[in-house]
């Protein structure tokens, strides 16, 4: 028997203010993206997607 991993990412942006359900779909866009590019998903694999999501936060702003 074989079993897929399940990894949740949830992101809630802050408040109702404008952009916010912009930047918590990019954040999980942005993590899901990265972790698929990884062979292994580890502390450094998790840690990547977080930043990569910080920084494209940054630019949709």
């Given at each position: 028997?074989?079993?897929d991993p399940l990894l949740?990412?949830?992101?809630?942006?802050?408040?109702d203010g404008p952009g916010s359900a912009m930047a918590a779909r990019t954040?999980?866009?942005?993590?899901?993206?990265?972790?698929?590019?990884?062979?292994?998903?580890?502390?450094?694999?998790l840690l990547a997607a977080?930043?990569?999501?910080s920084d494209a936060e940054i630019d949709v702003s």
């Open positions: 028997m074989s079993l949740a990412v949830v992101a809630d942006g802050m408040g954040t999980v866009d942005i993590s899901v993206e990265q972790l698929r590019a990884t062979s292994r998903i580890g502390p450094a694999s977080v930043a990569a999501a």
